[in-house]
DNA sequence: ACCTGAACACCGTTCAAGT
DNA sequence: ACCTGAACACCGTTCAAGT
């Protein structure tokens, strides 16, 4: 008798770290960090919990994994871009959106710097400032600048949103509230806050975002030939 | 019988909102947000976990308000500054060496945007800001993307600190490891990494910040009048 | 008013035992 | 090789009962 040709297909259902990634995405999206729980995931995937231990290490690789799995897909459906600087922004802004849409990526990759997601994000803003003209031996400091930034203002909009969740009200309404307890704060000891606290209400996250990226390419530019 | 003038004096040993907030920060400087916990709390304070909850609502209340006292001693021992840019960046560097020296006060201040810590902060480096004469329309996007920058680095460092702790090697071992990772990339997928790896390994995170307030400083200078 | 400490409803992780 | 599920050693939080 030959060998069996047919190999004897996975069962179709069985686990496989991609599967537990992806019902773990599911899980955060549906209820955010505090959703994603070994008894939880084990259920979903029909299956006892020490068996999750096969395909990965532990809740912090899981937590870092669900996160590539999203970074990777930003960072390759981002579009190209004219200038860097267009590039570097758009880049940014698929950043952004990914954090808004999966809010505990944030957090989680604030967690995890000089792992894969990370490398991932430097090397396309890398490869920006370089075409940017930014000098080799301040590039690293330049692309950690803007890293920072971005996983900064993503940890801030996470804890916004988880915020917002936990209270039951929506984003803006909590916005709203926190304005308005600026606005009460002492006038001797707190008057710029006071004096911020209209804007603060109605303020647009993205454009705000934006706004920093735009200052720091700003810094960034190549003094202009005279 | 007159009414007694000697007030009965709190037990010197009694509980109290600032020695439990006090010896949540020796917690925390000990053993990072893992060592934050209710029982080790009560033992080192010899009383019960339950009548912790007499003086504050929850875990994430504790971790604010051990935050808060650090973060107010911070800004109020932090030098005034000649010029408004150089009082940022002594505002901005007070903060760094804090969240440097107690590594858990980042990730916690992450998680509480708007929440008294991070209101004394705005206040501080809006009014320098104002100083500076940033136009009061944008005051609120430029104290943000400071804001932003500052708490980005802060979590990563602790993230670091962190990491370095759990495997029990120094910081800069763990730089070292990281950045051997780095060099043995793809050098098709990883080219900018590969070729940041070396000054990763000895780059400075302190001169790094500070480069990135200064990028940021740049953005928000007046335009020179000509 | 403030404290006690047992009890509740969870966690992440391990591991002998199965197939 | 991969999975099962009970067991271990924890958590944060509550609450009747004390003083």
Redesign the pocket.
Known sequence: MPPKTQRTPR?ED???RDRIVEASIALLDNSGE?G???????ER???????????I??????LIAASDAVIAQAMDSCAAGETPQAAVRAIALALFDVMDAHPWVGSALARAPGQLPAVRIVERLGQQLRALGVPDDTQWTAVSALLSYILGVGGQNAANAQFARVQGVNRSDFLGELSNAWSQLDPAQYPFVRSVAEQFRTHDDRADFLAGIDLLLKGLAPRRSR
């Open positions: 069962r069985s686990l496989s505090a994603l729980t070994f008894r939880a995931l084990s995937l029909a299956t006892g919990p020490g068996a999750l231990y096969w395909h290490a532990n809740k912090h690789d899981l």
